[in-house]
DNA sequence: TTGAAAGCGCTACCAG
DNA sequence: CTGGTAGCGCTTTCAA
């Protein structure tokens, strides 16, 4: 099924039916209402393929994050969508789930694709593939790794901040024995997250004692990791989570060890998913506004906007939500 | 950048650049390694369009699906993806919110793309748009909605079945004043699930009373449906809810009304997601085999196998989950 | 207002 | 083993 056929059926060329397809309103009404009328009536479908290679534009916008099932992520996806769509863009999502592999090949596939736009929310990037990217000449905008240049645009949370506010009301609430639980793209030398929490750790007086571990992200991570970190007999009064999915399985753990949040452990999150506000207790966490990421990405890979932030660099303040997760340390006590 | 000017710059044709591209093992080793030189050289990215356009396949697998933020459509995302891609596919997904509108477009869009094959894992299906998928010939399959005919398999859940079983558990522990909490598509006439509670319900001997109430799909719709369904003064001794990602909304609001589960009011989910087993405490539910579903959708669209079960009907049967928010109604009693 | 035709970038077939 | 070339289905001048 294609245009000839439906210019034959309507009886004009395939120059008109395309006119027609694409409501350029120079077609008088009435062979325009025939043209619709064959369309109908074969079920006609224009190939998106077809019409993105004659015309040049993809109409759509990559995204690739590194975990869609992390409401973070969603979240992000759900704005960045939404913009996009009153734009007229459609948007193509990539999944990488930490996976340096899938996020080349997830590259790639959108550069394939054309895509008018590109957003990278992913954890780590490997510096050779940011070259492919700015080579590709595609409008790219990156959260979080990265730095600006041409034709990249980057978002920034202060993430060392976050962490320095959540570790800060911690101590000043008495913990002196501080644990992080991340995942493992973000426990290792090469990782901005742990290192944040080290050093905000490292600099307190008093000092604190503090411990990390990490596992997959997501709710059976969480879980997981908590574990491991209980395991080895280290008794941390709070545990500072690398982000709320993962403190929502952290919650679990310490829950089937009969230590009740805040009272045995303080513990807090990250993002301030909903998530987070509907765990018992709530989490004290850090709000990171993925509406507006999603509305910035968009805006900065926009091709109608002139006056989009090509090569800037946007930096996103974070801000303290304090929930029923953190309390002043108590000595422990059997019920 | 095009075939061609790889082809100039390594000295072959456009034919021999699309065959090492393509790997078609029929060109001389040296030759190779000059077209490869040169597609590096010139970070060259093959044009998907252009290929799916000349090959006349998309490679690709569409999938539809009501609400992405829902763990149940994420978890039957996440398996087909992980089939197609074993057997070289991409999938490309759409979400609906519930809008049917959004449907509509999606079916287009996917259409449009041409699609190898066509997941609808969506609530709620207009007849005429299956006439027009009927009509594309694109392979389909339909979870939970539809009916099975030629190119369109269709994987059900006796959803029913699973109310029945659930509604029958709670009766048996003694409760006699139910609840249900669907989400807004859940509820009306046209309904399925709203249906097979109110049948399972009202077949039972001695009789109980019943309510039904629904917001959004979401933490935040059963926690709104919730407190709309308690406000009116109806005190449920046991709440059943259209899934479990409403359940944890639903349990927020019980906690923030001083109401202990299972104590004061038993509460169940259906699907099994992850998040069931972690909330507080965990729920009793209905295990709905996602990784399954996602198996089994790839199988009846893979373009490669002889054997795939086309326009066949799959039924999959859900399995009772005890956990502990379902318990024997107490009296109320303020501590 | 409409039609004819030249591409868009790639695959696949036919020759050599 | 390699090159030439005819499409794939659509958009977009250029003429009429």
Redesign the interface.
């Known amino acids: 099924m294609n245009l000839e056929e439906v210019a034959k059926r309507a009886g004009v060329s395939t120059a008109t039916v395309s006119r027609v397809l694409n409501n350029l309103d120079v077609v008088r009404s009435a062979t325009r209402a025939r043209v619709l009328k064959a369309v109908a009536e074969l079920?006609y479908?224009?190939?998106?393929?077809?019409?993105?290679?004659a015309g040049g534009k993809?109409h759509t916008i990559g995204l690739i994050a590194s975990n869609?099932?992390n409401?973070f992520f969603?979240d992000i996806f759900?704005s960045l969508?939404a913009h996009a769509r009153l734009a007229g863009y459609?948007v193509?999502?990539a999944?990488t789930d930490y996976d340096p592999d899938r996020l080349v090949r997830g590259v790639?596939?959108m550069?394939?694709?054309?895509v008018a736009g590109l957003a990278m929310v992913v954890s780590e990037m490997d510096p050779g593939l940011i070259e492919?990217l700015a080579?590709?000449r595609i409008p790219c905008v990156f959260y979080d790794v990265g730095a600006a240049r041409g034709n990249i645009t980057n978002i920034r949370v202060d993430y060392s901040r976050g962490i320095r506010c959540i570790v800060g009301h911690l101590h000043s609430l008495g913990h002196r024995r501080l644990a992080f639980i991340g995942h493992h793209s973000s426990l290792g030398p090469t990782s901005e997250r742990e290192k944040a929490f080290v050093e905000s750790v490292s600099h307190l007086q008093p000092a604190v004692e503090w411990q990390t571990a990490a596992d997959r992200d997501?709710?059976?991570g969480g879980?997981l990791a908590a574990r491991q970190l209980l395991s080895q007999g280290f008794q941390p009064t709070a545990i500072v989570c690398v982000n709320d999915f993962t403190a929502?399985?952290v919650?679990?753990e310490l829950?089937d060890r009969g230590l009740s949040v805040p009272r045995d452990v303080s513990l807090t999150g990250f993002d301030n998913i909903?998530?987070s506000?509907?765990c018992?207790p709530p989490l004290t966490t850090i709000d990171i506004p993925r509406d507006e990421i999603g509305r910035l990405a968009f805006a900065a890979l926009d091709p109608g906007d002139e006056a989009a932030p090509q090569g800037r660099e946007i930096v996103i303040e974070p801000r303290l939500v304090l929930r029923g997760s953190t309390a002043p340390p108590q000595s422990r006590r059997k019920p």
Chains 1, 2 share one sequence.
């Open positions: 079920n479908h224009p190939n998106l393929h077809a019409r993105t290679l993809s869609m099932e409401p969603f759900r969508e459609e193509v999502v999944n790639r596939l550069i394939g694709r054309r492919e080579n590709a997501g709710l059976e879980r929502a399985g919650l679990r829950r909903t998530l506000e509907f018992d």
